[in-house]
T-cell receptor, first 116, second 115 residues
Framework: EAQVTQNPRYLITVTGKKLTVTCSQN?????MSWYRQDPGLGLRQIYY???????DKGDVPEGYKVSRKEKRNFPLILESPSPNQTSLYFC???????????????FGNGTRLTVT | AQSVTQLDSHVSVSEGTPVLLRCNYS??????LFWYVQHPNKGLQLLLK??????LVKGINGFEAEFKKSETSFHLTKPSAHMSDAAEYFC?????????????FGTGTRLTIIP
């Protein structure tokens, strides 16, 4: 089944303890992206990757890192999490481009992160 | 600059009655517009898209949306609501400028269906 898989689904951690949220897609998509969803703010892009070894900042990149060593994987790394990073995170991918008209986005089921 | 405004954060309708979720956009260029749906504990799923072909766009599960350039609107409608339509809906605008595409999400509308 074609899908975007995120792990874990739920994560509770403490301030300053490094964590990684994994994202994997099995559709051979070129483009991958991370979003955070907060009440009343919609989805905001954190980082994106147009292809392997190519990543760039989105609208809210502070406090996050990503890597794209393989086409299928795009982990999100929080080196020193803080409470303001408590949020619902989504990974998404598309065949090419940025999820535009010819290649819409496919989303994972989300990771709910709580930082205390 | 581009932006998208979803006029209602929460809409409640009775089962079997029409649904209207409102979206207005601003864009300096001809936009591409999308509606995505998010069911509880799930990721977002594409509902329908407008890409400058027909102004009335039909999507999955009986939803449709009409692009009205004069009103800069892209409202989502369904003639008869079903319990399974309860979800959060996001309007998305895409600006294409010199080959670069930038997505902007609305803040979402939570649709509640009353039995």
């Amino acid at each position: 089944e074609a899908q975007v898989t995120q792990n874990p689904r739920y994560l509770i951690t403490v301030t300053g303890k490094k964590l990684t949220v994994t994202c994997s897609q099995n559709m051979n998509h070129e483009y991958m992206s991370w979003y955070r969803q907060d009440p009343g703010l919609g989805l905001r892009q954190i980082y994106y990757s147009m292809n392997v070894e190519v990543t760039d900042k989105g609208d809210v990149p502070e406090g996050y890192k990503v890597s794209r060593k393989e086409k299928r994987n795009f982990p999100l790394i929080l080196e020193s999490p803080s409470p303001n990073q408590t949020s619902l995170y989504f990974c998404a991918s598309s065949l090419y481009g940025t999820g535009g008209q010819n290649s819409p986005l496919h989303f994972g089921n989300g990771t709910r992160l709580t930082v205390t | 600059a581009q932006s998208v405004t979803q006029l209602d954060s929460h809409v409640s309708v009775s089962e079997g009655t029409p649904v209207l979720l409102r979206c207005n956009y601003s864009s300096s260029y001809s936009p591409s517009l999308f509606w995505y749906v998010q069911h509880p504990n799930k990721g977002l799923q594409l509902l329908l898209k407008y890409t400058s072909a027909a102004t009335l766009v039909k999507g999955i599960n009986g939803f449709e949306a009409e692009f009205k350039k004069s009103e800069t609107s892209f409202h989502l409608t369904k003639p008869s609501a079903h319990m399974s339509d309860a979800a959060e809906y996001f309007c998305v605008v895409i600006l294409s400028n010199f080959g670069n595409e930038k997505l902007t999400f609305g803040t979402g509308t939570r649709l509640t269906i009353i039995p």
